[in-house]
């Protein structure tokens, strides 16, 4: 298994970014997939996951309405489209999957919200 991040950068507040996991390694649409982030000096913390076949969404009650996950299987690709962004979105965010009882992350994409 291996999960690839990409799409990070530098933002000013209210702008937007789009990350993309690309998936190998295992059936994608079998299997839900998440997106995490750790900000300096804090824990990791969930920010979206995603279901397998149906696409059904969950987000942390800070990121609700300005982010979206999504999924294309076709492509083995997950998506985290983020809106009006905050200085505190600042993070390294991380693709994560769990496939027959392991846990996946990949190595991680720079987010930075600052003017």
């Known amino acids: 298994v291996q999960l690839v991040e990409s799409g990070g950068g530098l933002v000013q507040p209210g702008g937007s970014l789009r990350l993309s996991c690309a998936a190998s390694g295992f059936t994608f649409s079998r299997y839900p997939m998440s997106w995490y982030r750790q900000a300096p000096g804090k824990e990791r913390e969930l920010v979206g996951v995603?279901?397998?076949?149906?696409?059904?969404?969950n987000y942390a009650d800070s990121v609700k309405g300005r982010f979206t996950v999504s999924r294309r299987n076709a492509m083995n690709t997950m998506y985290l489209q983020m809106n009006s962004l905050r200085p505190e979105d600042t993070a390294v965010y991380y693709c994560h999957t769990e496939v027959l009882g392991r846990v996946y992350w990949g190595q991680g994409t720079q987010v930075t919200v600052s003017s």
């Open positions: 995603i279901s397998g076949a149906d696409s059904n969404t």
